[in-house]
């Protein structure tokens, strides 16, 4: 939403510091009215949606936890309780939360079709629980929600359960772009589709011939590497690229660049615009990702880097984490690896040496104290 790497602005999980300026604010700047609806977390006030730039908001787990009041009940699928504009809405009559956010932004796109308008969607789907959805043949409409993380069921429900999920996203999508469509403002509309993360643990799948693991929370294409669809009718060229270095820090300057609206001041350059490559019109010239992670617990262990270059001939480097925390011996390696290790290495130093929002507690000295034995 910043534009920024995690490393500049990360401050805890679930907590997006008050003064950082999103592509909301930029977008409000140059005439757009804002919405965001689904799965957000970043912010308890009932003004944060607000004040960071959303005129409207319809969120799941904004200012209330996931867990139903009283209730180790999830409360995001069947039944869901909501917060929208700042109040807390419950729904007890077989609703389903995904459904309840994409009618909210589709009512909002209808209210606001006469002029420029910006929708954020984060969904709820396909997030576990992996429970059953609207269209599944285990759907119970007085469920109150699933009373465990994972979701219902063994493995393999789950699994069922995610397909059928990743099932309804499709359908919301669908019935999203109907709805732009019955406005007569589709041709006028750009879309962008994809995920925030690879797919859990539990979830195995078919993919190039050869079968992934879902690695959800590491630095590793698994846990990184996602689908990124951009759809704009006779404005988009219709091709598959696979030679673009592409991340979410590009989103902020490719809106602010379609938009009219400016950067923010002083904006450090961590993404880059889009457009030259979705247009055909221009060059682009994205040299490097940087992927900051921090999981939580002790600092030194839990911070996990990841690096990904392009050289002129459009081949790519890259290491995980492991590497760098230096888990690799060095002598076993290659002088070509060792080389690119240096040249990737670089560039967690540059990194390194930014300022950060972020900060850490020190780690815990160990207590050296003798006790003394009994006699």
Request: charged share 25%.
């Amino acid at each position: 939403m910043t534009g920024l790497y995690n490393k500049r602005n990360f401050t805890k999980f679930g907590v997006l510091d008050r003064s950082q300026i999103t592509f909301a604010h930029q977008l409000k700047k140059a005439d757009y009215t804002t919405a965001i609806a689904g799965k957000w977390q970043l912010g308890k006030e009932k003004d944060a949606p607000q004040h960071f730039g959303f005129d409207q908001a319809c969120l799941w787990q904004h200012f209330r936890p996931k867990a139903k009041a009283g209730t180790t009940f999830d409360s995001r699928f069947p039944n869901p309780q909501l917060e929208i504009n700042g109040e807390a809405v419950d729904y007890n009559n077989g609703e389903y939360g995904p459904d309840v956010c994409a009618d909210f932004l589709c009512d909002f796109m209808e209210s606001n079709k006469d002029k420029p308008f910006f929708v954020y969607y984060p969904m709820i789907l396909t997030h576990c629980p992996f429970d059953a959805t609207p269209d599944s043949l285990a759907w119970d409409p007085k469920s109150p929600g699933s009373k465990t993380y994972k979701g219902p069921g063994d493995n393999a429900q789950k699994k069922i359960h995610f397909r059928d999920m990743v099932q309804y996203a499709d359908k919301i999508v669908g019935k999203m772009i109907t709805k732009l469509e019955a406005l007569g403002i589709r041709e006028n509309t750009l879309v962008i589709f994809t995920g925030d993360n690879g797919t859990d643990s539990p979830i195995v799948t078919a993919w190039n011939d050869r079968e992934v693991v879902g690695k959800k929370g590491k630095v590793l294409d698994e846990g990184t590497r996602v689908p990124f669809i951009v759809n704009w009718p006779g404005k988009v060229l219709a091709k598959v690229d696979k030679t673009e270095l592409v991340e979410f820090s590009d989103i902020m300057p490719t809106l602010c660049e379609l938009s009219g609206a400016a950067l923010p001041d002083n904006y450090p350059g961590d993404g880059l615009s889009l457009w030259p490559t979705l247009s055909g019109k221009g060059t682009r010239n994205k040299k490097q990702i940087y992927i900051w992670y921090f999981k939580g617990g002790e600092w030194a262990r839990n911070v996990n880097h990841g690096v990904l270059k392009k050289d002129d001939k459009i081949t790519y480097q890259k290491f995980p984490a492991h590497f760098v925390e230096e888990k690799v011996n060095f002598d076993s390696v290659s002088e070509k690896d060792q080389a690119i290790f240096t040249n990737l290495k670089q560039v967690i130093d540059e990194m390194a040496s930014q300022e950060s929002l972020f900060k850490p507690k020190a780690k815990k000295q160990k207590n050296n104290k003798v006790k003394k034995k009994k006699s």
